[in-house]
């Protein structure tokens, strides 16, 4: 091991006291020993080899203390450096075994607040491309269509009608696209506190099918429910959850059920309850979602394309799976091409 600046220092020192006391230990044996030069010598002698044993002794010593100094602060440089590899396990014991240990402990949190900062500017960054990306293409048709009504170029007014119609349109999409991107971004980042008590599923579904009945009613579609009927309090069913937010859900996964069904089909709602969970399942008779785009349904922005809606944006789903996870739930889909589609929401009791 290289001697390093503390250890070329005390060398020296050890130098002077060497040049400054053996002589004085020679004098004061020689005075004790009747100024017999031979036994001063060999006094001196041996207080020099004592003296340098100790020294090898304690310099070997101090060689491996301040070693494991230099390979902790070369773990502080990786740790800056964000290359460092924790394995869990402390190879020292003694004082030195215990400023290990607290210093991994220092290195695992550091680390992971250096990810958790990291994911979170990741997941700010994401969010602003997505929101402007998605953004850019309505606000541009926006701006074309009040070029056109102010420079007066529409002059019919059933075609300036059609174009404030489609404007309107737009707006609504932005709207609602602004909304659920908003509630997303809350929910991901962690500062949506969900107010998680004993709701009756049943209201839910109620207070949901409202929220669409108009939907509904424009396309002639029905809602069937179908509660357990064997759950206790006459047909009561309760989850723990958040009342507002798993009726959001709801409604998300209702209109989507509405949208992609064609005119009077029926939309099955059922509520199933035993020991080990409560799941509400959902089902349309509509479009289906082919095979491989199954896996990738619930991410953000992604869209089956078909000409049913083309207007989806492809987060109402993610903002439902965001919203029933955060509540300890889970959200799985089967669907079948031109049969069904079914989402099912499960919480384990
Ligand atoms: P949006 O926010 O535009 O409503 P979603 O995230 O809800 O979009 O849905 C994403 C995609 O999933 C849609 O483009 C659609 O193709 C498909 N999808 C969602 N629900 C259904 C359904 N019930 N039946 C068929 N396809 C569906």
Redo the contacts with the bound molecule.
């Keep these: 091991m290289k001697d390093n600046y503390e250890l070329k220092q005390l060398k020296k020192h050890f130098a002077v006291c060497m040049a400054v006391f053996l002589p004085l230990i020679w004098l004061v044996s020689w005075y004790f020993c009747e100024f017999d030069m031979r036994k001063a010598f060999l006094i001196t002698g041996l207080a020099a080899g004592f003296g340098i044993a100790v020294w090898v002794i304690a310099c070997r010593k101090l060689q491996e203390i301040y070693g494991d100094v230099a390979d902790i602060s070369d773990l502080m440089v990786e740790v800056v450096e964000g290359s460092v590899t924790y394995d869990g396990e402390v190879y020292k014991q003694g004082t030195m075994g215990l400023l290990y240990t607290n210093y991994y402990k220092m290195v695992t949190a550091l680390r992971e607040s250096r990810m958790k900062e990291g994911r979170e500017k990741e997941f700010l960054r994401d969010t602003i491309s997505d929101i402007s990306h998605q953004l850019k293409t309505p606000l541009a048709s926006l701006k074309v269509f009040v070029e056109l009504l102010y420079d007066d170029k529409i002059t019919e007014e059933e075609k300036r009608k059609d174009v404030l119609k489609e404007a309107g349109k737009q707006l609504n999409r932005m709207e609602w696209m602004v909304l659920?991107m908003l509630k997303l971004a809350r929910i991901e980042a962690g500062s949506v506190q969900f107010e998680k008590r004993n709701c009756d599923v049943r209201e839910m579904l109620h207070t949901a099918m409202e929220a669409v009945d108009y939907l509904l009613g424009k396309r002639r579609q029905k809602i069937e429910i179908s509660l357990p009927e064997d759950s206790g309090k006459e047909g009561t069913v309760n989850l723990f959850c958040d009342k507002e937010w798993l009726t959001e859900a709801m409604i998300?996964l209702l209109?989507?059920?509405s949208?992609?069904?064609a005119e009077d089909t029926v939309i099955k709602v059922s509520v199933e309850e035993n020991n080990l969970f409560t799941a509400i399942h959902i089902e349309?008779e509509?479009?289906?979602?082919p095979e491989e785009a199954l896996p990738h349904?619930f991410k953000r922005f992604?869209?089956?394309s078909?000409e049913v809606?083309p207007?989806?944006?492809?987060?109402?789903?993610?903002l439902?799976k965001s919203i029933v996870e955060g509540m300890g739930g889970r959200i799985t889909v089967r669907?079948k091409v031109g049969k069904y589609?079914r989402?099912t929401i499960r919480f384990v009791e």
């Design positions: 659920a998300n209109k989507n059920a949208d992609y069904s349309d509509g479009v289906g979602i349904i992604y869209r089956v078909n809606n207007g989806s944006v492809g987060i109402g789903l993610s439902t669907s589609t989402f």
